[in-house]
Nanobody, 125 residues
């Protein structure tokens, strides 16, 4: 099982930026996808971005495309989510999850097989 720890959340003004980090360690799978999920207050958790474990394929939900960017450190087992032009609607808990045997380019995972505990992002003046 993978160990996943998110970090980087905090309070930011509308239009600001944050970079979230997802540290992945432990027993890794052969082929998997890392995805970021967003859960707004009172709403269902939604997958917003993913990257395959090789870091060469990414996918985004339309609401964050061109604002957020997912990437993987080629030298470390860390996945980042750069969030620009943040809006109050982006407020919520951001979770990092690993989905085994999933092709990111085919779509963002609807669920994960291993989860972090999340990091809070608040976009407010």
């Amino acid at each position: 099982q993978l160990r996943i720890v998110e970090s980087g959340g905090g309070l930011v003004q509308p239009g600001g930026s944050l970079r979230l980090s997802c540290e992945i360690s432990g027993d890794t799978w052969q082929f998997y996808t890392i995805a970021w999920f967003h859960q707004a207050p009172g709403k269902e958790r939604q997958g917003i971005a993913c990257i395959n474990n090789f870091g060469d394929h990414m996918n985004y939900v339309e609401s964050v495309k061109d604002r957020f960017a997912i990437s993987k450190d080629g030298a470390k087992g860390t996945v980042f989510l750069r969030m620009n032009s943040l809006k109050p609607a982006d407020t919520g808990v951001y979770y990092c999850a690993a989905r085994n045997l999933w092709i990111c380019s085919n779509g963002i995972p609807i669920d994960g097989d291993a989860w972090g505990k999340g990091t809070q992002v608040t976009v407010s003046s």
